[in-house]
């Protein structure tokens, strides 16, 4: 799989791999997710930080990304049954939680995700 960098605002260049995924996703910053949504023409609002740092909670305790019934369950309780179903993440992350918001939280490519 080829590699690329990300550029940040900030002169920091991150190793990202073929797909826009962080090489290492302890070099996470809020900067990170912000300039990869900002790439994708997405600015980030208070709805996606809660989901993104939700995200990164799931892969420090469990190691693994949050498939999508782990991770609705986990928004449904943290954040309200309105916004514990797949439409309104659909609606931050357009191009499918599971990978876009894990891409933006820092995380590896999703196991599922080919």
Known sequence: MSTG?????????LPI???GYLMDWQRWSPA???AMAA???IELTEDHWLVLYLFREYFEQFEIEPPMRALLRLVRERL???KG???YLYR???DGPGTQA????????PVSCV
């Open 5 to 13: 960098v990300l550029q940040l605002p900030d002169g920091a260049r």
């Open 17 to 19: 791999d073929g797909k």
């Open 32 to 34: 990170v997710a912000s």
């Open 39 to 41: 790439a994708d023409g």
């Open 80 to 82: 309200g049954q309105d």
């Open 85 to 87: 179903n797949s439409r």
């Open 92 to 94: 931050l992350f357009p």
């Open 102 to 109: 894990c891409r933006y939280a820092g995380l590896p490519r």
